[in-house]
């Protein structure tokens, strides 16, 4: 590390009111000076901020990551919705494409490493075991050729990071599938979740402890980096209704064709997280324990 206090390293962070952006900015501000960027929702307010809404106020981003001059970036910002990216394709091609190939290029200008936010749906889901990053990747959907296409920008340069987690959770407000399961059982409503759509959950707290390493590290390179349980929807669902006391009879599992989404998702996404394992010494959390552990959170206090 090499910019501000020699002990404190800059970390900016693009998208820092979101699931994995406002976590690690709890978890990292004992260790880093860090910026957010933010968009609609407001950061916590004990870091400093700018709010920026892209794709207009671009310039306004290129002139923070120059002024700040952070040793590393970690960039978040996307689209949530996979419909919505697969029917408006022009602003995600700019969202997650253009823009990162403009981060990349100011990340390098000022010698700071960039991490980027993937997905586990660069790949077609049509393999029963988990993918390693060694496995060919074939997105079925436009969120997914959106990310590819972008983590192959950010690989370019040899100092930057990769990461794929799959179906962030935690205890926050933008937990959707947790919050979703968690909150319609409470009002005592049926849920539907897909018995045919497979991933690794990954805990979001694990995610963001797993890039601080990485940035300690000084690792570089593209990794997995997801729970350890292979599980459909359904599956994670009763997992959470019986941890969190809900009743699971009001899980009703749907399959794809009798659920159908805009955008197709692939069947089995799961990924073997065992290379940035090893590397950095850390155990992502398999199911149980994971959900174990946002109950534990749900007991202290309300969403984050
Ligand atoms: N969540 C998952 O299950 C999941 C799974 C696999 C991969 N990922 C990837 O992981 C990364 C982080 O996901 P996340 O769940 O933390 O995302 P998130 O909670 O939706 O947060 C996205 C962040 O980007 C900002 N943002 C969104 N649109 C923006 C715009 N037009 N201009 C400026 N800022 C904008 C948001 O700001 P405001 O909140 O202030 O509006 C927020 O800070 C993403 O790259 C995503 O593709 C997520």
């Known amino acids: 590390m090499k910019k501000g206090?020699?002990?404190?390293?800059?970390?900016?962070?693009?998208?820092?009111?979101?699931?994995?952006?406002?976590?690690?900015?709890?978890?990292?501000?004992?260790?880093?000076?860090?910026?957010?960027?933010?968009?609609?929702?407001?950061?916590?307010?004990?870091?400093?901020?700018?709010?920026?809404?892209?794709?207009d106020e671009l310039s306004k981003l290129e002139n923070l990551i120059v002024q700040y001059d952070p040793d590393v970036i970690v960039h978040t910002v996307s689209h949530p919705s996979v419909d919505w990216c697969q029917e408006n394709r022009d602003l995600a091609n700019f969202l997650h494409v253009n823009l990162t190939e403009n981060i990349a290029k100011f990340a390098s200008k000022i010698n700071s490493t960039l991490i980027y936010l993937s997905?586990?749906?660069?790949?077609?889901?049509?393999?029963?075991?988990?993918?390693?990053?060694?496995?060919?990747?074939?997105?079925?959907?436009?969120?997914?050729?959106?990310?590819?296409?972008?983590?192959k920008i950010v690989l370019d340069y040899p100092q930057n990071v990769v990461l794929r987690p799959a179906v962030?959770?935690?205890?926050h407000k933008k937990s959707r599938f947790?919050?979703?399961?968690?909150?319609?059982?409470?009002?005592?409503?049926?849920?539907?979740?897909?018995?045919?759509?497979?991933?690794?959950p990954t805990l979001v707290d694990d995610l963001a402890l797993a890039i601080i390493k990485i940035i300690e590290n000084k690792s570089s390179g593209l990794f997995h980096?997801?729970?350890?349980?292979?599980?459909?929807?359904?599956?994670?669902?009763?997992?959470?209704?019986?941890?969190?006391?809900?009743?699971t009879n009001l899980i009703k599992p749907v399959t794809q064709s009798e659920k159908p989404q805009k955008a197709p998702r692939p069947n089995r996404t799961c990924l073997d997280s065992s290379k940035l394992e090893n590397l950095i010494n850390f155990n992502f959390h398999d199911i149980?324990?994971?959900?174990?552990?946002?109950?534990?959170?749900?007991?202290?206090s309300n969403y984050e």
């Open 119 to 151: 997905t586990d749906w660069v790949f077609d889901g049509t393999r029963n075991n988990k993918y390693t990053e060694n496995d060919s990747t074939n997105p079925i959907n436009h969120y997914g050729v959106t990310k590819l296409l972008a983590e």
């Open 288 to 300: 149980t324990s994971g959900i174990e552990f946002i109950f534990e959170q749900s007991q202290k």
């Open 168 to 171: 962030i959770y935690g205890w």
């Open 225 to 247: 980096s997801t729970g350890k349980s292979c599980v459909n929807r359904f599956e994670f669902a009763t997992q959470i209704a019986e941890i969190f006391n809900l009743d």
């Open 5 to 55: 206090n020699i002990n404190r390293p800059k970390l900016l962070i693009l998208g820092g009111t979101g699931l994995v952006g406002s976590t690690l900015a709890s978890y990292a501000q004992k260790i880093f000076d860090i910026h957010l960027t933010y968009c609609t929702n407001l950061p916590l307010s004990t870091l400093s901020s700018t709010k920026i809404s892209l794709p």
């Open 178 to 200: 947790t919050n979703w399961i968690i909150d319609t059982l409470k009002e005592k409503k049926y849920v539907d979740p897909h018995v045919d759509q497979y991933a690794t």
